[in-house]
């Protein structure tokens, strides 16, 4: 039986969820069946801003919070969130060494609606393998289960409040650190954006 990570489909992923990806080397699971917890990366990415630490929250349409799977849940456009995000996420990275060279892929994300977050997430995720050169075949469950095995099951300890499950993360160049120091694991856009083509060899 072929074995597989299991893993969220997260919005702008922490650099941890690539750490992973990248030393399993296995195909990719992502879990639409799971009833939406609130509060985790599903729908919140973390950047480096000027004042430190920033976290961007995708609005979810209201009613679809409580016993709601994944793959149902609906993104809400009743405040303008994706100009607030793209224009935090220029703020922050404007200056950085490779932002203008992946300004164009990004941009997309935040110019047309997306339904679903499930599928906003997981565009992005393809987008994010590619530009990291990591390859790994993503598919979705078809049933949610409980019994993986814990060493391929990283739905519940890829958290905001959880300690990282890939270890602890070396330093590496970020834009303010001379402001509030090195900030591990925020989303993967902080080591794209000021590492670029070199971001595969961190991970």
Not at 83 to 111: N, P
Request: glycine letters at 2%.
């Amino acid at each position: 039986m072929e074995r597989h990570l299991i893993l969220p489909a997260l919005y702008l992923p922490p650099i941890a969820y690539f750490r992973i990806i990248h030393a399993a080397a296995l195909p990719v699971l992502l879990e639409q069946h799971e009833h939406y917890p609130k509060q985790t990366y599903r729908n919140r990415a973390s950047i480096y801003g000027a004042n430190g630490i920033l976290d961007l929250i995708i609005p979810i349409k209201k009613g679809q919070l409580f016993h709601t799977k994944m793959q149902d849940v609906q993104i809400s456009y009743e405040s303008d969130w994706q100009r607030l995000h793209w224009m935090s996420i220029q703020t922050a990275y404007r200056s950085s060494a490779y932002f203008e060279y992946y300004e164009d892929d990004f941009a997309q994300f935040y110019e047309k609606p997306y339904e679903s977050l499930l599928a906003y997430n997981k565009a992005q995720l393809t987008l994010l393998l590619k530009l990291l050169r990591i390859e790994a075949e993503i598919r979705y469950t078809e049933s949610y289960r409980k019994d993986y095995a814990a060493d391929v099951d990283f739905r519940q300890t890829i958290h905001p409040k959880k300690p990282s499950p890939a270890g602890p993360a070396k330093p590496y160049y970020q834009v303010f650190a001379s402001k509030h120091g090195f900030l591990p694991d925020l989303s993967i856009v902080d080591l794209l954006f000021n590492h670029g083509p070199q971001s595969k060899d961190y991970l």
